[in-house]
């Protein structure tokens, strides 16, 4: 999968002002409506927060993968964020989330989705990726670091 | 003005030629036109008898015989062709059933025109079920075995033509070396059917037989391209020099390397034009037009029609639709293929034989020795045991559609006459009716393995297995993952095989799902653990999500009360 299809550096929040589980997912899906990606912020947020109250998406080692289907975007768009100080995600660890992947898909709409957070979590198996990713200077960095 | 006597006479003569040419014309016109209707009604019932013969026959051996099905359709086609049953001639058709053909044919030209496209088909879709990545992955033992087993094979194939055969005295000549092609090919089919049935498919044994099997279809294809050009160059009086030889093997070798490289490479953007066209059924016969043009190219080139359906088959093989284009085709295959099996058998002149019959019984033990020496040997220097070695060899015996299509061709060419033909096709019926009850045999006992060698174990990857209270429960989650998976885009393929079990496949990605009662398995490689780990977690947390919003819509019995109460009330009690 090539995830540069589907990510850019303007995807890319270096370093979030958030400090709560709701924040996190909020800054987010705002980044992603500036940017013209969502059209309904709020039924996207919905759709997230629906999905975290079944289970969080917390995994282990600082990541985090909030995630959604809603009639919002048009396509498969993405996000990455980064908390150095990390924010209690819920994570399996329980240790708190440092890198942030947001997916949100068409709600009756083929495609990959899960794929994509998949993929990304494959690539972030590798422990030198993540801390890479989390010393980034720039958003470009992260994305040639994930991508590379 | 006058005119002469002669002038008149001579516009009468030609007055008389315009009234006979045009009569003429108009009466072969029709003549041409029942002629043809005549042969295009003969070739319905033709198919028809085909078609039922080959299914009663074929379920015959399938179920009562519990012999493989294309034997069966073989013996259809024996028992109702040209030179059996066929032969007699019927009062509302003029004549018999099935006339000789003109040329070295027995059967009509139109009714071999359609077992060549059944044999594209065959071919199109044995090059889609084949196996790359096994095959590459056990390459060099089952090229070693594959290899053993083509090269003795055909020297002696070729060399008891030479020894016994009236008129053949050179290794060259058209008949010895198709004696040689036809002993060389492998079909897996039967042995697969029965290391499957033994859960012995991914044993050492299992994958050195279907990586060496490749290698056989593939090495027999080229070889028949070979001993076709050779031939040609025979038939039409002309002296084969080695140089000549060297040309057409460089020719026939060439056109599969680039071909196959050229398919491979392109197959993902093929597929991705195809995909465009948005209906499975616009995709699977596009595919197969494609097959049928690359064929047409082949033959143009200088090879088999075969070759060409193969590599076009074996290209789009890795790629996500194949599963689908397989399920789609196999309507079309199903209908044609027997058809080709029939006329194969029809084609089988017993008269023929019982002049060659001495030399058929040697040919047909030679050609069993050949493949189990040929391929045992090498097994055995590969590291396996004597009884390793004899279950490689038993494995690689059974004989089908390659060698059925090399005799077709050769007998086609003229290279090969009917009583040839019919010791080919007899020693492929002894083949592989011997092979499956002497490879279930060679699976008693121990290891085939004598020490630590080449052969690794199959990566194990990783295994998600999921355990459900009954079998509905794991049923209703396995629609739910594989829809999960279809709506990712992926290509969901059910084996036609007994048991649930399913190919998940898109790009690169390979998933493997086993439902066996209430419990379901997925197996991918470790790379994708992550994906199959989240869909499956996904499908899991909709399901408790489905069985809160079940249970807040009332009481199932109160339900259930609803649906039954007024099931017998009567029409007077309804309208009141």
């Known amino acids: ?148 | 003005m006058n005119l002469s006597p002669h002038f008149y006479q001579k516009r009468w003569l030609i007055f008389f030629l315009v009234f006979v040419f045009v009569g003429l014309n108009t009466l072969l016109a029709q003549e041409a036109k029942f002629e043809m209707g005549h042969k295009m009604t003969l070739l319905v019932i033709q198919l028809a008898i085909i078609v039922i013969a080959a299914r009663f026959i074929g379920l015959l051996f399938s179920q009562l015989l519990h012999q493989p099905r294309v034997l069966g359709e073989l013996v259809a086609g024996m028992v109702i062709g040209p030179y059996a049953l066929g032969a007699i001639s019927l009062p509302f058709l003029n004549g018999p059933l099935f006339p000789k053909g003109p040329g070295f044919l027995p059967v009509s030209p139109e009714l071999y025109g359609l077992a060549v496209v059944a044999s594209i088909v065959l071919l199109f879709m044995s090059g889609l079920e084949t196996d790359l990545p096994t095959f590459l992955r056990f390459s060099v033992v089952g090229s070693v075995v594959g290899l053993g087993g083509v090269v003795l094979s055909f020297f002696l194939g070729t060399l008891i033509a030479v020894l016994l055969l009236p008129g053949v005295n050179s290794f060259l000549s058209p008949a010895a070396l198709f004696l040689g092609a036809l002993s060389t090919a492998t079909s897996v089919g039967i042995t697969a059917r029965i290391l499957n049935e033994r859960r012995k498919m991914s044993s050492p044994e299992g994958v050195t037989i279907l990586a060496g099997a490749v290698l056989d279809d593939v090495l027999g294809i080229v070889i028949l391209a070979i001993v076709v050009g050779i031939s040609r160059v025979q038939i039409g009086g002309s002296e084969v020099e080695w140089g000549h030889i060297g040309t057409i093997a460089l020719k026939a070798f060439g056109f599969w390397v680039i071909a196959t490289a050229l398919g491979i490479l392109s197959a993902n953007r093929l597929t991705r034009g195809l995909k465009r066209l948005r209906s499975q059924d616009a995709i699977a016969g596009v595919a197969l037009g494609l097959a049928l043009f690359v064929a047409g190219l082949a033959e143009v080139a200088g090879l088999a029609m075969i070759i060409g359906a193969y590599i076009m088959g074996l290209s789009l093989s890795q790629t996500d639709i194949a599963s689908e284009l397989r399920n789609r085709i196999h309507g079309v295959y199903n209908f044609l293929v027997p058809v080709f099996f029939c006329v194969m058998g029809m084609m089988v002149n017993f008269a023929a034989m019982k002049r060659i019959l001495v030399f058929g019984v040697i040919y047909a033990l030679l050609a069993i020795i050949g493949k189990v020496v040929g391929c045992g040997l090498p097994a055995y220097l590969m590291g396996f045991n004597w009884r390793g070695a004899f279950r490689v060899g038993a494995g690689m015996l059974p004989r089908g559609e390659v060698t059925l299509i090399i005799a077709g061709v050769g007998l086609s060419a003229g290279a090969i006459g009917s009583d040839l033909f019919g010791v080919a096709i007899v020693t492929l019926l002894i083949a592989s009716l011997i092979a499956p009850s002497l490879l279930v045999k060679s699976f008693e006992g121990g290891s085939g393995l004598r020490k630590e060698t080449l052969l690794k174990k199959e990566e194990a990857g990783c295994r998600i297995k999921l355990e459900f209270p009954s079998f509905h429960i794991a049923s209703f989650i396995r629609n739910r993952i594989i829809e999960a998976f279809e709506n990712e885009e992926f290509f969901v393929h059910r084996l036609n095989i007994d048991g649930m079990i399913y190919h998940i496949k898109k790009e690169d990605v390979f998933i493997t799902l086993h439902q066996k009662e209430g419990m379901i398995e997925l197996s991918a490689s470790e790379d994708n653990r992550a994906l199959v780990s989240l869909i499956v977690m996904e499908e899991i947390l909709a399901l408790k999500d489905l069985f809160e919003a079940v249970q807040k819509v009332k009481k199932p019995e109160m339900v259930c009360e609803e649906l039954a109460s007024g099931l017998l009330s009567d029409e007077e009690e309804k309208f009141n």
């Open chain 1, 1 to 148: 999968m090539n995830l540069k299809k589907i990510l850019t550096s303007d995807d890319i929040i270096l370093s979030l002002s958030a400090s709560t589980k709701k924040e996190v997912i909020r800054e987010m899906v705002e980044c992603l409506h500036q940017r013209g990606k969502i059209e309904d912020k709020e039924a996207a947020l919905q759709a997230i927060m629906e999905r975290e109250k079944k289970m969080s998406t917390g995994l282990e080692k600082g990541v985090a993968l909030p995630h959604g289907k809603c009639e919002a975007v048009k396509e498969l768009v993405a996000a990455i964020a980064l908390k150095h100080e990390g924010v209690d995600f819920g994570c399996l660890d329980g240790q708190p989330a440092k890198i942030f992947i947001m997916t949100l898909s068409p709600l009756n709409r083929s495609g990959p989705h899960i794929q994509f957070l998949a993929e990304i979590t494959r690539l972030l198996k590798n422990k030198e990726k993540r801390e890479k990713i989390l010393q980034a200077q720039s958003e470009e960095e992260v994305l040639e670091i994930l991508c590379s």
